[in-house]
């Protein structure tokens, strides 16, 4: 079994910073790509950031410049630091990772529980 906990989301006024945290646990042997989604409501989910487990990193246009993606492999954790946030940011934010449990199993993704983040004054 493979759990990721997500920890961090809550209410920030326009211009604050808020940092998410995503921690996997459970029978896992390697730990591919991990990344932040988000859903707004009446949205589709879309993808906000990525991270491979070399360290190479993608983000949505709408956050480049403001979202910073980062992960310690050593705890399979993924982190998301949201600085400059806006209120079009407001969104519940998943956690993704793409996890390898056992050596003669493939990979397979898992999502987090999701965080709300809203940003309002």
């Known amino acids: 079994q493979v759990q990721l906990v997500e920890s961090g989301g809550g209410l920030v006024q326009p211009g604050g910073s808020l940092r998410l945290s995503c921690a996997a646990s459970?029978?896992?042997?390697?730990?591919?790509?991990m990344g932040w989604y988000r859903q707004a409501p009446g949205k589709q989910r879309e993808l906000v950031a990525a991270?491979?487990?070399?360290?190479?990193?993608n983000y949505a246009d709408s956050v480049k410049g403001r979202f910073t993606i980062s992960r310690d492999n050593a705890k399979n954790t993924v982190y998301l630091q949201m600085n400059g946030l806006k209120p079009e940011d407001t969104a519940v934010y998943y956690c993704?990772?793409?996890?390898?449990?056992?050596?003669?199993?493939?990979?397979?993704?898992?999502w987090g529980q999701g965080t709300q983040v809203t940003v309002s004054s």
């Open positions: 993704n990772a793409d996890i390898q449990r056992n050596t003669w199993l493939p990979s397979a993704y898992y």
């Open positions: 459970g029978s896992i042997f390697s730990i591919n790509t």
């Open positions: 991270i491979t487990s070399g360290g190479s990193t």
